[in-house]
């Protein structure tokens, strides 16, 4: 059998194995809590993959839906004056990804059809959107079937800033590769660059160092590359303002935005223009060429609205802020030198933690010992829903658990995260051979 092969049939064979496992049943949700058929209740951490930012059962939102409201979606970055709604992220993500070629169809410049993305992204499961991310076990069976797509490496300091670079020096290397990139394709061939601004399920809630988008922007600006920022995950106030990119001072040409916008309450996701954009599309041949029948959804609109509504009247942006210091002080202190946590990072409620089999050398465990899987049995039993990925096929990174608890989590279930979180690693550990 071919490597390609093979390694295809083994990714299909871990993702089936997974998907047939027998998990306890959520019976309903209550705050932060999660009871299953049992009655036993869990912490929930991470809000299913980062999604649920209001806890469960909130009324304001149950209200709304139920009303079907109109959705306005305020304060976004300057100059992002348009917004349109899809059902989800793999759907923003295909929208952002069209909505980028005509752009350059309506400018006059149908030759640029290339895509540059990152390795170790995730941007969604529909073909555009696994063509552009980078998770090998979700892509193997469709390889054939994608477009080609340049990846360059991603912003990762814990593995890739060198010791004797300063952060300001090893961002400009990072984002110098796109630079690079564009160049071989030729600057006349790129249509777009798309990049998460906080990396996710692929890389453990990764901030970029300062610095790194701002070049990124540059690097487009100086090539007529659009930017697309996927914030999907990281987006709508989980990494503590609105908008991720506001942290990087960096505004995107396109903007795509999902789990938090409806908060799991309603599948809603959002793809945001820049002025430059709509108008090139205006001015030229006046239309999108795209749409779904469930585009701009009036339940999923309503649904988003209260959502956003209550994040504001709540002030919820504050408690992301504060909580998300405190959580991440306390895993500091809780697994800091732990002898397998290489690292702890993330902003806001967007916090990873990233497992491996050895401190000093960054050694990533043996993918087959699925620490990840064990990481999720293990936080089953004491009682806390996190948020592991890994087995990492690839050795570029170690095992790593997200943390994303609703944007409503208070002081004490801050310490009690932290202590299951805690207890959690330990007893997966303990499970290894
Ligand atoms: N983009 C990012 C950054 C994501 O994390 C995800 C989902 O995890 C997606 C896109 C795809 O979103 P969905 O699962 O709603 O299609």
């Not at 992204?121 to 080609?148: C, F, I, K, Q, W």
């Not at 802020?321 to 993330?346: A, C, F, I």
């Not at 050895?358 to 806390?384: N, Q, T, V, Y």
Request: net charge neutral; with cysteine.
């Amino acid at each position: 059998m071919s490597p390609d092969k093979a390694s295809t049939r083994s990714a299909s064979r871990v993702f089936a194995r997974e998907f047939h496992r027998t998990l306890p049943k959520a019976m309903r949700g209550e705050g932060i809590w999660i009871v299953d058929s049992e009655g036993r209740r869990y912490l929930d951490a991470s809000g299913g993959p980062a999604v649920s930012c209001l806890g469960h059962s909130h009324p304001k939102v149950i209200e709304a839906v139920q009303r079907q409201a109109a959705l306005l979606v305020e304060a976004a970055p300057a100059g992002m004056d348009k917004v349109f709604f899809v059902c989800g992220g793999s759907e923003a993500t295909e929208a952002a990804l069209k909505l980028a070629r005509q752009y350059h169809l309506e400018k006059g410049q149908p030759q640029r059809r290339h895509f540059i993305s990152r390795r170790q992204s995730y941007h969604g499961n529909t073909l555009g959107a696994l063509a552009v991310g980078d998770n090998p076990a979700r892509r193997a069976t469709y390889a054939p079937m994608l477009m080609e797509v340049r990846h360059i490496a991603t912003c990762y300091p814990y593995r890739e800033k060198r010791s004797d670079e300063t952060e300001a020096a090893y961002g400009r290397r990072a984002a110098d590769e796109l630079d690079r990139a564009i160049r071989e394709l030729g600057p006349e061939n790129v249509a777009a660059f798309i990049a998460e601004p906080v990396v996710g399920a692929t890389l453990g809630a990764c901030p970029p160092v300062p610095g790194y988008f701002k070049r990124i922007r540059e690097i487009c600006d100086r090539h007529g590359v659009l930017l697309i920022l996927d914030e999907v995950m990281c987006g709508m106030g989980r990494c503590g303002t609105l908008y991720a990119c506001e942290a990087e001072d960096v505004v995107p040409d396109i903007l795509t935005m999902a789990k938090g916008l409806g908060a799991g309450y309603q599948p809603i996701g959002g793809v945001m223009a820049h002025r430059r954009v709509v108008e090139a599309i205006e001015s030229g041949s006046g239309a999108l060429m795209h749409g779904h029948t469930y585009l701009n959804h009036t339940v999923g609109c309503a649904a988003a609205l209260a959502v956003q509504r209550a994040i504001q009247e709540e002030d919820l942006l504050a408690n992301v802020r504060r909580q998300g210091e405190r959580l991440k002080q306390g895993l500091e202190e809780r697994l800091g030198n732990h002898r397998h946590v290489g690292d702890v990072r993330g902003r806001g409620l967007f916090l990873g933690i990233e497992l491996v089999q050895d401190r000093a050398s960054k050694r990533p465990f043996d993918p087959d010992l699925k620490l990840h899987a064990r990481l999720r049995d293990a936080g089953m039993s004491e009682g806390i829903v996190c948020y592991p990925s890994g087995g990492c096929v690839d050795g570029r990174r170690g095992d790593h658990v997200v943390l994303a608890p609703p944007f409503t989590v208070t002081d004490r279930e801050v310490e009690e995260i932290v202590e299951r979180m805690g207890r959690t690693i330990d007893r997966a550990l303990r499970s290894l051979p």
